[in-house]
T-cell receptor
Framework: DAGVTQSPTHLIKTRGQQVTLRCSPK?????VSWYQQALGQGPQFIFQ???????QRGNFPDRFSGHQFPNYSSELNVNALLLGDSALYLC????????????FGEGSWLTVV | QKEVEQNSGPLSVPEGAIASLNCTYS??????FFWYRQYSGKSPELIMF????GDKEDGRFTAQLNKASQYVSLLIRDSQPSDSATYLC????????????FGKGTRLSVIA
């Protein structure tokens, strides 16, 4: 049973560029959440997708957007990258089968130079 | 603003000792409480969750919850060097798929 998978693992982008991160949830999970974890900080909630719609959103600007596909996989897009966007981006999946327990993928390390 | 507070550490304990990690939260409506372990350069891994006041034990780990004091702790018995990691406390305001609010984590170092 595959867990939460994310891609790419590491990437380097230049300020002003755009990035797309991808996530496949754990089998049986229908809800995907994205978190940003800066160095030395705890993860911060970006947004959550369920039934292909953004259901909840944290305190992040509109430069951060996402999408959920019919197979429950998800993408996180960040436009006009800033140096401060450098962080570990974590995808977490959950669903009725897991109660309110979420499981994280291995994350995508984004460095903006 | 919902907040979760943890001592950043590092907390150093000798091998075989009990490590005690503490967490306080500001939202009295919080219902679910989680402890994640995060090794350097890796993603958080769920260790335990607790919903009710009191203690919950799982192997060498015990989670303790006191909702009146808005306090949750994690005890690690017989600490091993492999327990050296950052421990993240997280809370949710209610049941269901609601976002987790994380603390900044406590760095634990178990000295052999």
């Amino acid at each position: 049973d595959a867990g939460v998978t994310q891609s790419p693992t590491h990437l380097i982008k230049t300020r002003g560029q755009q990035v797309t991160l991808r996530c496949s949830p754990k089998s049986g999970h229908d809800t995907v959440s994205w978190y940003q974890q800066a160095l030395g900080q705890g993860p911060q909630f970006i947004f959550q997708y369920y039934e292909e719609e953004e259901r909840q959103r944290g305190n992040f600007p509109d430069r951060f957007s996402g999408h959920q596909f019919p197979n429950y996989s998800s993408e996180l897009n960040v436009n006009a990258l800033l140096l401060g966007d450098s962080a570990l981006y974590l995808c977490a999946s959950g669903g009725t089968s897991s109660g309110n327990t979420i499981y994280f993928g291995e994350g995508s390390w984004l460095t903006v130079v | 603003q919902k907040e979760v507070e943890q001592n950043s550490g590092p907390l150093s304990v000798p091998e075989g000792a009990i490590a005690s990690l503490n967490c306080t939260y500001s939202d009295r409506g919080s219902q679910s409480f989680f402890w994640y372990r995060q090794y350097s350069g890796k993603s958080p891994e769920l260790i335990m969750f607790i919903y009710s006041n009191g203690d919950k034990e799982d192997g060498r780990f015990t989670a303790q919850l006191n909702k009146a004091s808005q306090y949750v702790s994690l005890l690690i018995r017989d600490s091993q060097p492999s327990d050296s990691a950052t421990y993240l406390c997280a809370v949710t305001p209610n049941s269901g798929n609601t976002p987790l609010v994380f603390g900044k984590g406590t760095r634990l170092s178990v000295i052999a």
